[in-house]
């Protein structure tokens, strides 16, 4: 305990003392320098704060669960494959072609393809201004006003495609004598069937399951009680006692 602390208890006891002890109780002699009397001294008490714990610290964990999302793949049902087929010879007519009227071209102009589009522009982009005003009971007041973009829609005509100038062939004419031939000869044909897939939904995970743990401090407070510091007892103290013969 700090001599600052026992300072005010100290002197609170000696005047206590003082006024306890009755005027009438005997003084010193005449002649002398310094006179002293015997006084019960108090217990002297002191108020301590110390910290208490109200509310101790504690660990607390939070499970955070996974996610998990369904994700589609392309998986192969049926691999692909060839096949192989045995075709027979096909006999058939030759066609003789002679030519009656040669092959011709002609062109043909088309015009340009246009179309109108539409666009919309901004004439005035929106803006916010404040405004003071005062209400009912003359307190001024202050608000934004958000004055909202002023467009307008453009219309123009756009060139889809250019004109351009289509050649147009005009086959030749042939006339036809036929004449038995072999047209196509016994051959083996093999023929691709392709892989035959399927979507199928998998689940994936996309976050696996953590756990937090937060850690609560402690609460603390502060507590003041009356402590003992020392013991009373006896003393001497100064008197201005009347002087008795």
Not at 126 to 153: H, Q, S
Not at 222 to 236: A, I, L
Request: aromatic fraction near 6%; proline fraction near 10%; charged fraction near 25%.
């Amino acid at each position: 305990m700090t001599n600052w602390m026992l300072a005010p208890a100290l002197a609170a006891a000696m005047a206590l003392l003082s006024a306890a002890v009755p005027a009438s109780a005997g003084g010193c002699a005449r002649d002398a320098v310094e006179c002293y009397e015997k006084v019960r001294l108090p217990d002297v008490y002191a108020v301590r704060s110390r910290p208490v714990v109200v509310r101790p610290g504690y660990r607390e964990a939070y499970d955070v669960p996974g996610v998990i999302m369904q994700r589609t793949s392309r998986v192969v049902v049926a691999p692909g494959r060839w096949h192989a087929e045995r075709v027979p010879a096909v006999y058939a007519g030759f066609p003789q072609r002679v030519l009656v009227r040669p092959a011709r071209t002609s062109y043909r102009d088309e015009p340009a393809i246009r179309r109108t589009v539409s666009r919309t522009v901004v004439v005035h982009p929106a803006r916010e201004r404040w405004v003071y005003r005062r209400d009912a009971l003359g307190r001024e007041i202050k608000c934004k006003l958000r004055t909202p973009a002023v467009t307008r829609t453009v219309r123009r005509e756009v060139v889809v495609a250019p004109a351009r100038r289509i050649a147009v062939t005009t086959p030749a004419v042939y006339e036809t004598s036929i004449r038995p031939v072999l047209v196509r000869p016994a051959h083996v044909r093999h023929e691709y069937e392709p892989a035959a897939y399927a979507l199928v939904d998998r689940p994936i995970v996309i976050r696996e399951p953590t756990r937090e743990i937060v850690n609560h401090p402690p609460v603390l407070a502060v507590k003041h009680e009356r402590v003992f510091v020392r013991q009373g007892g006896y003393g001497w103290q100064p008197t201005r006692r009347p002087i008795v013969d």
